[in-house]
T-cell receptor, first 115, second 116 residues
Framework: GNSVTQMEGPVTLSEEAFLTINCTYT??????LFWYVQYPGEGLQLLLK?????DKGSNKGFEATYRKETTSFHLEKGSVQVSDSAVYFC??????????????FGKGTKLSVKP | DTAVSQTPKYLVTQMGNDKSIKCEQN?????MYWYKQDSKKFLKIMFS???????INETVPNRFSPKSPDKAHLNLHINSLELGDSAVYFC???????????????FGSGTRLTVV
């Protein structure tokens, strides 16, 4: 079945530093790929997504490109802010049969940004 | 506000008790899910319902019983609570016709269950 591997944290950066969080996947076909963010004490929010190969998802200064050659969907941001401190999850669908499925998540990467 | 709402937000209870968590969505979605997040932030699917029909039932103890009275509600009842049940439980919803793969899910804000 489909699976996702995400770099483990925690990641600690200074404000305005460049961020990369690695995510690689194993999948049948070319499923959509997602990044979710979880701020302290809150639920998960969709940060960005890409639905096909070579697509670039972007939101709030974050970007990720769907690379089928390297089966990767790395999350990047050019200049992080303290408010970006959160846990980030890479995700993709796992199908049981037909269209039945659910999202499976990486283990999460905790990002802490210091002023 | 359109959302997925869970109640209660916090639940502290003693071992052996029975408790329920409720979830409601007003997004017009037809599929709802329960996920468990452990202390290391790992998320694992527990159950999924589509139009009141159970479609995903992962390896979860029988003490956990989901119920979906209609497609906008999904509740989770837990019998004989154990220390290991302490976790954050998230409800989520999606629209199956658009495919899980295209638009992802909308999550509730979670229920933090602490068993003492």
């Amino acid at each position: 079945g489909n699976s996702v591997t995400q770099m483990e944290g925690p990641v600690t950066l200074s404000e305005e530093a460049f961020l990369t969080i690695n995510c690689t996947y194993t999948a049948t076909g070319y499923p959509s790929l997602f990044w979710y963010v979880q701020y302290p004490g809150e639920g998960l929010q969709l940060l960005l997504k890409a639905t096909k190969a070579d697509d670039k998802g972007s939101n709030k200064g974050f970007e990720a490109t769907y690379r089928k050659e390297t089966t990767s969907f790395h999350l990047e941001k050019g200049s992080v802010q303290v408010s970006d401190s959160a846990v980030y999850f890479c995700a993709l669908p796992h199908y049981y049969g037909g269209s039945q499925g659910n999202l499976i998540f990486g283990k999460g990467t905790k990002l802490s940004v210091k002023p | 506000d359109t959302a997925v709402s869970q109640t209660p937000k916090y639940l502290v209870t003693q071992m052996g008790n029975d408790k329920s968590i409720k979830c409601e969505q007003n997004l017009g979605h037809d599929t709802m899910y329960w996920y468990k997040q452990d202390s290391k932030k790992f998320l694992k699917i527990m159950f999924s319902y589509n139009n009141k029909e159970l479609i995903i039932n992962e390896t979860v103890p029988n003490r956990f019983s989901p119920k979906s009275p209609d497609k906008a509600h999904l509740n989770l009842h837990i019998n004989s609570l154990e220390l290991g049940d302490s976790a954050v439980y998230f409800c989520a919803s999606s629209l199956r016709s658009t495919g899980t793969g295209r638009y992802g899910y909308t999550f509730g804000s979670g229920t933090r269950l602490t068993v003492v």
